[in-house]
């Protein structure tokens, strides 16, 4: 179970009133989805082997839908105001989402006004362009009284995700719309029994990073050294393996080692970066029992395991004091 639940769902209903449209029979859907955070497995998964995720539930997003008068499609976000038509490059996995969602609800064309309020920072590797498309599925879904299930929500996501990091393994999907940790394997996703509380602490760089890039990055690696990276590869698979017994039995030290090996890793697949190092190196002399970056790298977030709920708030104090730009906690534990 994770904390600090919340809702943005007043402020996003508040601020649709002024883009309505006066169209007779208006109808409005909201979807809601939260953030998620890679604890092991990111890149590696991308061939196959497992990772894990957790929800963060307290970064989330609600997108509101409004029928129009027209066939317009209108989005308005903190990246945004205007038409679907004319939206920029990076909008193009929203406006995906849209269409994929309209061609498996509603049948024929029709216009909409929709709006994003989100507390999930772009680019930062936390799942933010899966956990819109996924609220844009389900805001739709709402709008037309369709009964979208979990596999076509997650369509709709993975036709965003194609757009926004090419080839995508399909973890981050999964893992906004999961309320609970998950392992991820093949696209088939199981539950991660815990058996123990462990106290996250995630660390923004303040830099944005490109999860198509790192991607395309570690694809290009892989193609001149494959042996090289296939080990690589097969080691950071072989760390989410031996970290389900821990977090089964709740063994914080031995995964916090797990945690550090895995960053060992990621930087010699080439995903990390100078600040995310340094970031890494501040956690781990405030204490952290392990830290590594999450998610796509080069840029974006490090996730730090905290000794006890105690020290978590010092050991944000210190990222902060080490240039992190803004920091959470989230915790796993036994249901
Ligand atoms: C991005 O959040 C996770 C990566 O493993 C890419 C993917 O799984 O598609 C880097």
């Known amino acids: 179970m994770m904390q ?8 996003g209903e508040t601020s649709m009133q002024q883009v309505r449209s006066t169209a007779p029979g208006d109808r409005t859907g909201h979807g809601h989805a939260h953030a998620k955070s890679i604890l092991l497995g990111e890149h590696a998964v991308v061939y196959g082997t497992p990772a894990i995720a957790v929800p963060l539930h307290a970064l989330d997003l609600t997108v509101t839908v409004h029928s129009r008068a027209d066939e317009q499609i209108r989005i308005r976000s903190e990246l945004y105001d205007g038409s679907a038509e004319e939206a920029p490059q990076r909008l193009h996995p ?15 064309p029709m216009g909409l006004d929709l709006e994003v309020v989100s507390r999930i920072p772009y680019e930062r590797g936390l799942g933010s362009s899966a956990a819109v498309a996924a609220a844009i599925a389900r805001a739709i879904a709402d709008l037309t009284g369709t009964d979208l299930d979990g596999e076509a929500v997650h369509d709709v996501v993975m036709a965003a995700e194609t757009i926004a ?14 309320d609970a940790p998950i392992l991820f394997q093949g696209g088939v996703t199981t539950a991660v029994p815990v058996g123990g509380r462990f106290v996250f602490v995630l660390a923004d760089s303040g830099h944005a990073g490109s999860t198509a890039e790192a991607v395309g990055a570690v694809r290009e ?34 995964l916090g080692a797990l945690m550090d090996e895995a960053q060992a ?4 697949l080439e995903v990390s970066d100078a600040t995310l190092d340094r970031l890494v190196e501040a956690a781990r002399a405030a204490g952290a029992l392990g830290a590594k970056l999450t998610g796509g790298g080069r840029g974006g977030c490090i996730l730090a395991l905290a000794p006890d709920v105690e020290s978590a708030a010092d050991l944000q104090h210190s990222l902060r004091a080490a240039g992190a730009t803004r920091t959470w906690q989230t915790t796993v534990e036994t249901a």
């Open 165 to 178: 990091h090419g080839r995508s393994s399909g973890l981050d999907g999964r893992a906004v719309a999961s």
């Open 4 to 11: 600090s639940r919340q809702s943005a769902e007043d402020q």
């Open 221 to 254: 690696l892989r193609a001149t050294f494959p042996t090289r990276v296939d080990g690589l590869i097969g080691r950071l698979g072989a760390i989410v393996e031996e970290s389900r017994s821990l977090f089964a039995s709740g063994d914080r030290v031995a």
């Open 265 to 268: 890793l990621l930087v010699e």
């Open 94 to 108: 929203l406006v995906t989402a849209v269409h994929t969602a309209l061609a498996l609800t509603s049948g024929s």
